[in-house]
């Protein structure tokens, strides 16, 4: 230090060079016009050569700078070189060293001046930044790629800042708020695109995440644009913090689901009609139970001496099971009972059908044959027309107190049974005394059998809602059951045999219900008047 305290030279040299080792920098002298330049020793490193062998950098044709940032070197280079350019030299670029790597060095200079303003000297420093640019080359990569991911996501993400406004969208948010370049969306607020009825809500969902720190997730907004159209998205919001923590605004992601949201509106309005619909038709079938309960209420004709008894079960609202006791004469009654295919509406029509048929053959409800050969051929041309395939059985029987006998004809339908003197046995067991089912053969026939009414003391017609009720090990109750409840029920009354019918059945089947509609029709003889 010198008496008036100031530095001495060789003290500012030693703390340059101090300075200058610890930053890591080399120093470069170049007098313009010469070919030779100065390097210190750590440029020396850089460039991996000898010092005699290092070239001028700043010389043409600067094949040793990088051919990327070649012409940006030139041109720093050649603006220094201009009388009255610039008093400084700034310029990052790639050079070729001596092991033909390529090293990022950041060149910085002082240009010196003659009064003319001619360059004659310039001087400076370089600094080896590989590392760096190779950092902000990797980061730059990530956000790249972070950016192509945002940008491709099927969803609208959005930032903005503490008043709500956006400072950062990726393309899908862009091409939703119909500005495209999502950049265009940059300063803007809600308010831009939308009326109140959706901007003010979303400005104070923001301020409460802004207040509170705590996110908004699948929330279901309706948005009212400006324009006038209705969408609607599900969106989640966030508190935007700074790598230290602070909140710097809000974020969100949200998705149209406005398909969606429609498709379910569609939806509810066409189950209110459904439901309106269903209604009404629930009354029908309410009505049409009431009708068919009504038909099948043990109301019977007083004919001669004979009594008459029934059973109705239906599994459903809607049975295809009916029975039906037909006055004839004043000594003779016909006993119907019918099963038709399935259950439900289609069965019920059938059930219907048959009825008005039935009320049409009352002419020949003497001869079961033709009775039944009647029903078939009317259920044939109905289910024609009406391009249907459905059919019922049947078995109808007379009993004639003039005549002193029982006729019965049978289409497809288990023969009845009969208790009487000779005990209990099943009638039209054999194929030959059986037709077929009624709707199937418009032309078919049904043989007519016969048994002296002095050998029937009770008479038992059934569907097959009896016979095929099973048990725990899948038998099923079948005929034979059936006449021996029957044969161990004859002291009692009608009625009391046909309770004692059911009651075995649902005994024996063990779940305590039918699988199937159960119709039973019984008729005591009597004595004749």
Not at 277 to 288: F, G, V
Request: with cysteine; net charge negative.
């Amino acid at each position: 230090m010198s008496k008036d305290g100031q530095s001495a030279p060789g003290e500012v040299a030693e703390r340059m060079v101090l300075a200058l080792k610890a930053s890591n920098e080399g120093i470069w002298d170049w007098y313009v016009g010469k070919r030779e330049i100065y390097y210190s020793r750590r440029i020396i490193e850089f460039l991996e050569c000898p010092e005699m062998a290092a070239p001028n950098l700043f010389l043409a044709p600067y094949d040793h700078v990088h051919p990327e940032e070649r012409t940006a070197f030139e041109r720093a280079v050649l603006q220094s070189l201009e009388t009255g350019g610039p008093e400084k030299l700034s310029v990052d670029c790639r050079v070729r060293s001596g092991s033909g790597t390529w090293r990022w060095l950041r060149i910085r200079g002082t240009v010196v001046r003659d009064r003319e303003g001619h360059a004659t000297r310039i001087a400076g420093s370089m600094i080896d930044i590989s590392l760096r640019k190779g950092a902000e080359a990797q980061l730059e990569e990530e956000r790249h790629l972070l950016k192509q991911l945002i940008d491709h996501v099927p969803l609208q993400i959005y930032f903005k800042d503490l008043d709500s406004h956006f400072v950062l969208a990726n393309r899908k948010m862009g091409d939703w708020m119909g500005v495209g370049d999502p950049t265009d969306l940059l300063g803007k607020h809600d308010r831009d695109f939308f009326n109140e009825a959706h901007w003010g809500p979303a400005a104070y969902d923001e301020r409460q995440i802004l207040e509170t720190g705590q996110p908004i997730t699948d929330k279901l907004e309706r948005e009212t644009w400006r324009a006038g159209e209705e969408t609607w998205v599900q969106t989640s919001k966030f508190p935007w913090r700074d790598r230290l923590g602070r909140v710097k605004g809000t974020f969100g992601v949200s998705g149209d689901v406005t398909d969606l949201v429609v498709a379910q509106k569609k939806a509810a309005k066409l189950a209110s009609a459904l439901s309106v619909r269903n209604q009404a038709y629930e009354e029908e079938l309410h009505l049409a139970r009431e009708i068919q309960q009504a038909l099948a209420n043990g109301q019977f004709p007083t004919v001669d001496n004979f009594g008459f008894g029934a059973r109705y079960v239906p599994i459903s609202g809607l049975a295809g099971d009916f029975f039906e006791v037909v006055p004839v004469s004043d000594r003779a009654a016909g006993l119907l009972i019918c099963d038709v295919m399935g259950h439900g509406v289609r069965s019920a029509l059938i059930v219907a059908m048959l009825r008005g048929l039935l009320e049409k053959q009352r002419s020949q409800a003497a001869d079961p044959g033709l009775f039944l050969h009647g029903l078939n051929e009317g259920l044939c041309s109905i289910l024609s027309r009406a391009g249907a395939t459905m059919f019922a059985t049947a078995f109808y029987a007379v009993a004639d107190r003039t005549t002193g006998t029982l006729t019965y004809a049978c289409a497809g339908h288990p023969g009845a049974v009969i208790s009487g003197r000779n005990g209990v046995r099943q009638l039209a067991t054999e194929k030959p005394e059986r037709g077929p089912g009624l709707g199937l053969i418009a032309t078919a026939s049904y043989p007519v059998g016969s048994v002296p009414l002095e050998d029937v003391d009770r008479l038992i017609l059934f569907t097959d809602g009896i016979l095929e009720a099973q048990n725990g090990s899948g038998e099923a109750f079948f005929e034979q059951r059936l006449m021996e409840i029957v044969g161990a029920s004859c002291g009692q009354p009608l009625d009391a045999m046909l309770d004692a019918i059911l009651g075995s059945v649902l005994a024996f089947s063990e779940s305590r219900h039918f699988d199937d509609d159960v119709c039973l029709l019984g008729m005591e003889v009597g004595v004749e008047k």
